[in-house]
């Protein structure tokens, strides 16, 4: 088990840029997949992107090309960038951590991001 902490969260507009980051605990942080979900009200929770310990990614398409996930292992953290920003992006965001991308086991607080029209 893994213990995560997810900030960054906030108000931004349209088009603008936000940065998430994740601080994770325990020994094994670097062979862990990571991954990013997000949950808008009133739908389910939702893949936005994974990263595995080697960096091979993989996002939903709705964020190709606007979100990037990226790792320090080092640090044992993983952040989210998040450019060009839609309403539709809002939503509470969660780290997740898992031996593979499709079971994630650990799972962090959550942290809210509203992106105003």
């Known amino acids: 088990q893994v213990q995560l902490v997810e900030s960054g969260g906030g108000l931004v507009q349209a088009g603008g840029s936000l940065r998430l980051s994740c601080a994770a605990s325990g020994s094994m942080f670097s062979i862990f997949v990571m991954g990013w979900y997000r949950q808008a009200p009133g739908k389910q929770r939702e893949l936005v992107a994974t990263i595995s310990g080697g960096s091979s990614t993989t996002y939903a398409d709705s964020v190709k090309g606007r979100f990037t996930i990226f790792r320090d292992n080092a640090k044992k953290t993983v952040h989210l960038q998040m450019n060009h920003l839609e309403p539709e992006d809002t939503a509470v965001y969660y780290c997740?951590?898992?031996?593979?991308?499709?079971?994630?086991?650990?799972w962090g607080q959550g942290t809210q991001v509203t992106v105003s029209s």
């Open positions: 997740a951590a898992g031996w593979t991308r499709e079971n994630p086991t650990s």
